[in-house]
């Protein structure tokens, strides 16, 4: 059975269309309807995905075809029901975030600022999300945790079949400048003798002050 790209397909065919620019197969086996994505459209994507269309066909006629669909490669049967799965990269991690960390974007720091910052991001796919993140003016710390949990979430969805590579797996932590302390310079003859003098007559202290610096100094030598 041929494979056309974006028409319909033929009766008892996997159809092939972009759903919200990634590819997605559709078709009727048995009465019943059945479809799922698979990756952002690109031609090497599109030659995967009729590979695919075609296997399933294949195991319409040898009476083997998987419901699960785990076969095929369906990203819903790691993630749940694919209708009810964030699209965008906002929300799948505002969805990693609450699902599976147990957390609110909403109530805890650091997982509500790197949402608004992924916010400005835009589009976010695997070619530019490592150009977005260096773009930010982080101190070098801030950029440390942001990668640390950039990290995270990107391995999550390349395991779950949501990306196919991890553009910042390798990524290394930015090392912090040590700066150096000014050497101290130690108080001169002339310095030392104005400061004993300061406190033996308490030029220092307030006028009304209770508490002299004389009171607390026994012996005043130069």
């Not at 090497?44 to 296997?55: F, I, N, R, Y």
């Not at 992924?118 to 801030?142: A, C, D, P």
């Not at 640390?148 to 991890?166: A, D, E, I, Y």
């Not at 406190?199 to 012996?219: F, R, T």
Request: glycine fraction near 4%; include cysteine.
């Amino acid at each position: 059975m041929g494979h056309v790209w974006g028409h319909r397909s033929p009766k008892g065919a996997v159809s092939i269309s972009n759903y919200k620019e990634r590819i997605r197969l559709g078709w009727r086996y048995q009465g019943k309807r059945y479809s799922f994505s698979l990756s952002n459209i690109s031609k090497t994507h599109q030659l995967e995905a009729q590979k695919v269309a075609l296997q399933i066909e294949q195991d319409f006629l040898m009476g083997c075809f998987d419901c699960t669909l785990v076969k095929y490669g369906a990203r819903k049967n790691k993630l749940g029901k694919e209708a009810s799965f964030p699209e965008t990269f906002v929300q799948q991690f505002e969805w990693w975030v609450k699902q599976l960390l147990h957390m609110d974007c909403e109530l805890h720091i650091n997982y509500n600022a790197f949402r608004n910052i992924i916010r400005k991001w835009g589009k976010v796919e695997e070619g530019n999300v490592l150009k977005k993140m260096n773009s930010e003016t982080f101190s070098t710390t801030t950029y440390n945790i942001r990668l640390t949990l950039l990290k995270h979430f990107v391995k999550w969805l390349v395991k779950n079949g949501v990306w196919n590579s991890n553009p910042v797996e390798d990524v290394q932590k930015k090392k912090q400048k040590k700066i150096k302390q000014a050497k101290r310079q130690p108080f001169t003859t002339d310095e030392i003798s104005m400061i004993l003098h300061a406190i033996k007559n308490d030029e220092a202290c307030c006028i009304n002050s209770e508490y002299k610096h004389k009171l607390s100094v026994k012996l005043i030598t130069y």
